[in-house]
């Protein structure tokens, strides 16, 4: 089974050796690559995009607080009139001149509408922010997970070093029980025990370099990094000193913002839904030039020019009984809005809540982790002066390594927990 586990490592750790020498070495820290991500994450352009189109559907909306231009332009061919008694008797052709030609200009602006012009801007410009909130919301997320798949990178990258410090610990008890075999002092049985050990230990870190290299593919994939790069994290962020902040405003929260933003949106609406029982009031002026005059019998081979200008109101009776229907749907989806903003701002507090009780958590988890570390590291050395001395087994010194080791992985995770739950508070609160 040793040989069997030796032999596979070795055939895994060649090819990734020849993966390594294919790629490209390059320390990131996590907000370059935050940087990174903003200028190549497919999500994040999609939405960038959407906020596009939202200003150009703001340009759209405000154009109809500009006035109208109409013109028009026809020819055509006029036959002769037809003229009858109004029994349809004694006709007689009437000679028109058969070209005919049409022109028109005309000018409009909406003076009065009740607001409804307005407020469909005002409309389109919310719009507008919550596409930006969007953007930004997704720019988070983006950067979330990110800071997950980095902080899960730090995690395996400082076990990796635990378990090669060990697998170095573990070569050097071998080489110690081998001499005393030879002396006499041990048995052949605890070498086996020992070489097994160290076999799982080989086979954990190949465990772990396969995870490095899938997690070094997510983040190179987020950032919009070629596959080749092969991301060396800025360890120092595990040991940063991370202060212990109040509890963030809910109210920075990106989902808060939104629902706020919407519930404008409904007001808005319901507005519009008023304004249809206004009257409109329009300035308007034009231009006309017809050809023939068709009035006169026989018709006349003349053009024809007038103008106008002029003030016109226009009201529809119907909505008086229509939009009543409208105003009542359009003022329950206002209160719809403000319920769920509250409903968002109450899960927002509660998730930052228990974010900051976690993260002050971590804390207290860090100090018992290292303290175990110390305890577990004295135990060790005690077992292993024993076992030198022949005042212990060989299974009391494995089980003080495993010891050892578990105390070590699990100080290297609270350390990444720190870090992981500050990100989060800043990521729930809209701040990362």
């Not at 007689?92 to 028109?104: D, E, K, Y």
């Not at 602006?109 to 409309?123: D, E, H, L, S």
């Amino acid at each position: 089974m040793a040989l069997f586990m030796t032999l596979c490592i070795s055939v895994v750790s060649a090819q990734t050796e020849m993966k390594i020498g294919k790629s490209q070495n390059h320390a990131l820290s996590i907000d370059e690559l935050f940087r990174l991500a903003d200028e190549n994450n497919r999500n994040i352009r999609v939405f960038s995009t959407a906020v596009q189109e939202a200003e150009a559907s703001v340009k759209t909306a405000k154009n109809a607080l500009l006035p109208s231009i109409d013109a028009s332009l026809s020819l055509s061919y006029n036959s002769n009139g037809l003229i009858t008694d109004r029994n349809f008797s004694n006709s007689f052709s009437a000679p028109i001149p058969h070209f005919g030609n049409n022109f028109s200009l005309e000018v409009s602006q909406v003076v009065f509408a009740g607001g409804a012009i307005r407020n469909t801007v005002k409309i389109a410009g919310l719009q507008q922010q919550i596409a930006t909130l969007n953007a930004e919301r997704k720019r988070q997320e983006v950067h979330f997970l990110i800071t997950g798949y980095y902080l899960e990178l730090c995690k395996l990258k400082n076990q990796l070093q635990v378990f090669e410090s060990n697998i170095a610990q573990t070569q050097k008890v071998l080489e110690n029980m081998r001499m005393r075999v030879g002396e006499g002092t041990a048995l052949q049985n605890d070498i086996t025990r020992y070489e097994l050990q160290l076999q799982n230990l080989d086979y954990t870190k190949i465990q772990l370099q396969n995870s490095i290299a899938l997690l070094n593919s997510q983040l190179t994939t987020a950032a919009g990094l070629p596959q080749s790069v092969i991301i060396v994290p800025d360890t120092t962020i595990v040991r940063a000193n991370l202060k212990n902040d109040p509890i963030p405003d809910p109210t920075t929260a990106l989902a808060v913002q939104i629902a706020e933003t919407t519930g404008k949106i409904a007001v808005h609406t319901e507005k519009i839904s008023r304004a249809e029982r206004l009257p409109q009031i329009v300035l308007f002026a034009g231009d006309y030039l017809n050809s023939p005059v068709t009035i006169e019998i026989p018709a006349l081979n003349k053009n024809f020019n007038y103008w106008t200008v002029g003030i016109g109101i226009k009201y529809s009776l119907g909505n008086l009984y229509k939009s009543g229907a409208k105003i009542r749907a359009s003022r329950l989806a206002t209160r719809r809005a403000n319920e769920e903003k509250a409903v968002i701002e109450e899960q927002v507090s509660l998730a930052l809540d228990d974010a900051f009780v976690h993260y002050k958590e971590a804390f207290t988890l860090l100090k018992t982790k290292e303290k175990s570390i110390e305890l577990a590291t004295r135990n060790y050395h005690v077992i292993a002066y024993r076992y030198e001395n022949d005042l212990a087994l060989i299974t009391d010194l494995l089980d003080a390594a495993s010891q050892k080791l578990d105390a070590e992985l699990q100080a290297v995770n609270a350390r990444i927990n720190i870090v992981y739950n500050y990100y989060k508070l800043k990521y729930i609160s809209g701040t990362l």
